[in-house]
Every structure is written in C-alpha cells, then in structure tokens.
C-alpha cells in the first residue's frame, strides 16, 4: 500500500494530531466527526471515520486500540505521550462509587502536562455541577490529579475518596478543622465537614481540567 495520505486522509490525520496538541489527549470518534466537519469534511457517519483511521493505521499513521480514545499517533516521537489511569467518577455534587485503586481505562496525554513521575498522575471524571464556578470543572470532564501524601495547600482543589465515595471540592479549614467546600453557580451545593470517624482519603490535587463536557452534552442530546 502507498504510504502517502490523500487528501481527505491527511485532513483527518491533522485533525487528530492537532486535537492531541490543544487537549493534551487523543479524541474520541465523534470528537473526531465533530472536527471534521469544521474543516469541511461533512462524514455522514461515525463508520466513516472508522474508515478513516483504518487506513491510516494501515499506512503506519496511527495505532487503534479498543477504547474510547483508543488511537496512538505513530508518524511522531512516542516519547511525547505517557498512559494516565482513568480511575473512574468523581462527584462534583453529592459522593459516587470510586476506587483509587480501580483503573478503568487509560488516557494518552502530552507529557507537557506531567512534571514528575508519570505514575504520581490519574484521571477522573467529573460528575455534577458543584465545582463550575471558578474553578471550571463542568459535568463530563476530565480531571488530571496528582497523587499527594501531605496535607494539601489550602484552595487547592482535591479528590477526595470519603467512606469508600468520591468527590471533588476546594480543601478549607475552619477553626483548624478540614472542610471541603463547593465552589458553585448552583446555591444547593453545601460544605461537607469532615470527621474524625470517617473513612477518608485525599487522593489528590487537581493539576488541570480537560473540558469535554461541551463534546458530551452533545452526545446525549
């Protein structure tokens, strides 16, 4: 097979590389459609992006795995994407089901976003509307978090698994008590204080937000 991309293909090519350079992670097919259409390639399928990256994986391009930004760009240094766990949900409302030491998937990332060790690193997805304010987390994003083992800085934004749930707050103290407060549009959103008594665990710092939470209202439209 001729190696050199058509036309349509390097559009598709460029579309996804481009998307790594801004996000900082691959696309999912219909991330992928979406842009494309910008870019006057009106697919009337997400099959026909299927295609797309079939052939392109058949020219050494890409590499597909089975997941949902299961694609790997070939045609430029590997040595520029690290895999990031994706650990699962973490509530920006009220607590959900999360396991810090259950993966789920794994996101490719520019290691642009990484500091130190790539192992010190997770994401989660955010799940609710209490921490759209200021500090941007929106429901359906990604949100990159570094592992932490001291008590975290306070405003800082935390994961925090409480009685085997986890959530998403600012960390705060009040009269040298930790306090996890929301930081909302929506005024039902409340403080959770913490007791000695429960189960808890600060998994992390929110490092940066990945907001795909445009891309996934669409979808569930």
């Known amino acids: 097979m001729d190696n050199k991309l058509t036309k349509n293909q390097n559009i598709v090519f460029l579309a996804v590389n481009s998307f790594f350079q801004r996000r900082g992670c691959l696309p999912t ?7 494309l259409k910008t870019k006057g390639l009106k697919l009337k399928s997400i099959n026909s992006v299927v295609q797309y990256l079939k052939t392109l994986e058949q020219k050494g391009y ?4 089975s997941k949902a930004r299961g694609i790997k760009i070939l045609k430029e240094s590997t040595d520029n994407f690290v895999e990031i766990p994706l650990l699962g949900n973490a ?9 810090d030491d259950r993966i789920e998937d794994f996101i490719s990332i520019s290691k642009r976003h990484i500091k130190d060790n790539q192992n010190d690193y997770f994401f989660v997805k955010a799940i609710g509307d209490s921490m759209n304010k200021k500090s941007g987390i ?7 978090a570094k592992k932490i083992e001291e008590e975290p800085e306070l405003n800082s934004n ?3 698994v409480i009685n085997g749930m ?3 707050k600012k960390f705060q103290k009040i009269n ?3 306090v996890l407060l929301p930081d909302s549009t929506n005024t039902k959103h409340q ?14 710092k929110v490092e940066k937000v990945f907001g795909f939470s445009a891309m996934e209202n669409s979808r569930n439209s």
Not at 29 to 35: F, T
Not at 191 to 204: A, E, F, K, N, T
């Open 29 to 35: 097919l219909k991330e992928i459609k979406d842009i």
């Open 62 to 65: 890409i590499e597909r795995f």
């Open 91 to 99: 509530n920006c409302g009220e607590a959900l089901s999360f396991a």
């Open 138 to 144: 929106k429901n359906g994003d990604l949100v990159l």
């Open 158 to 160: 935390v994961v925090v």
């Open 166 to 168: 986890g959530v998403i």
């Open 176 to 178: 040298d008590e930790p």
């Open 191 to 204: 403080p959770i204080i913490l007791h000695s008594d429960d189960q808890i665990h600060i998994c992390g």
